[in-house]
């Protein structure tokens, strides 16, 4: 019999998410309470799933965020699965725009890679499914194919609400987008309500079409609705938090602002990917933006830019959440090693002096480099797919 902890399950869909829907708490509760009882009655499984378009290299701002996210719901008993969205990759022209290419990469290089992510985050990899668009919109529900879904979905959408959406797609509005970017919105609302899943997941960049899947969900007739157990219900959107590239911030000359500069793989030299090699992750780590707190700044001024302090952020997010440690080796006469097994204590050592950015960095690194070794050795292992893909950027 199915048992679920509130309390776990609140915790878990918390966790490192920068935003949550609904984004009451109160609400949320009432939702999941009714998740908890229709589930225990019926023996139906709160299900997960994170979407992604099959784009290129997968960096740890996707493949370790994402997966931190998956164990922390898998430990609070959530049916958790990777959605390698082909049809969704192929409308927004990514790869080389030929579908053919993108499945090849998503079987042989992304679904793959995205399981050792989970696994070296203590996933139990075995419980995740990976599912294909491709085959699973092959498949029926209720007597209906996936394209009904889509259609029912599209006719509870103003064009207005999905023109707004459009910038799911890392496109503006406007009368020069093509009509298949137009298709993206309702084909990802559609998957949530196909596929059955009660807690929808990605990074903030994908919040406008999961509140189209909220709105649209009591508008659908009982037979499209996403149940579970015989209630029909919303999804919870839960949006992680997403890391810093390694790039100077940008000072914005209309404001006067600094803007965070954000992870991405078309900058290849502001992430690391979760492959890279120890010698890659070193260099690209020496380079990086890392301010060194002074002594005439006041607290309030160095909090204010360490908040773009790749390595901080990082450390914050991402390597002590997982459980990791950070090691400093140093010499004896530059002060000997130090261990800091918490965020606090790193924070407090580099903030007043004690911890030096050269330092910092050369610990995050050997950290990154010693945590990443399976998925280096699973490439070194099976390279087809990797090659292949770096084969298309040629």
Known sequence: MLKYDLNLLKDAIFFNSVE???????????????????????????KHYIGFEISGQIHIGTGIMSALKIKKLQDAGVKCSIWLADY??????????????IRRVAHEYFGPVMLKCCEVVGCNIDDIDILFAEDVYKLERNGNTFWTYDLMVAKNLTLSRVLKSVSITGKAAGSDVDFGTLRYAPLQVADAFFMQTHIVHAGIDQRKCHVLMREVAPKLSDIFALKIGTLAVKPIAVHHALLLGLDKPILREETNIFEASKMSKSKPNSCIFVHDSSEEIARKLKKAYCPMPQDSQTEEEKRNEQEFNPFLDWSRKMIYPAGKIIEIKRKLEWGGDLIYNSYEELE?????????PMDLKNGVADCLVAWFTPIRDFIDQNPEGYN??????K
């Open 20 to 46: 949550v829907l609904p984004n009451n708490e109160q609400s949320l509760e009432i939702e999941l309470d009714k998740f908890i009882k229709e589930s225990e009655i019926s023996g139906q499984p709160i």
């Open 88 to 101: 969704h990759t192929w409308l927004n022209n990514k790869l080389d725009g030929n579908i053919e290419t």
């Open 348 to 356: 407090k050592d580099y903030l007043s002096g004690k911890l030096h």
């Open 388 to 393: 292949y893909l770096i084969s298309l950027k």
